[in-house]
């Protein structure tokens, strides 16, 4: 199953405390199914997020453009933790995953 999380607000946007980090227990999302695997990809799903390159810009020089291999976000597939599997959003961040399910016995 796809599914994408977002943090719908800026951060400092809400003085009550809606802008801070955010954790969603998938484990609860999906109670009627048990979670085999969660795969983190990128937000058009069709890459593993180990597998992008991003570009990286050298503006104090020449202008070059050279694709770096080290990627931001290095956890591409979210361990199980004890409470189940958890993913946090920070403010203004949109997040997807391919989560296999199954069905509970």
């Not at 484990?27 to 990286?56: C, H, P, Y």
């Not at 931001?72 to 995953?97: M, Y």
């Amino acid at each position: 199953m796809l599914i994408r999380l977002e943090h719908i607000f800026e951060a400092h946007e809400d003085p009550n405390g809606l802008s801070k980090p955010a954790t969603v227990q998938l484990s609860t999302l999906f109670a009627a199914f048990d979670i085999t695997a969660v795969e983190e990809v990128v937000l058009g799903a069709n890459l593993n997020k180990e597998k992008l390159q991003r570009l990286k810009w050298d503006v104090e020089s020449a202008n070059e453009v050279r694709v770096d291999g080290n990627s931001v976000h290095n956890k591409d597939v979210l361990p199980k933790e004890a409470d189940g599997w958890s993913v946090t959003l920070s403010a203004f961040q949109i997040r997807t995953f391919i989560v296999d399910l199954k069905a509970k016995a």
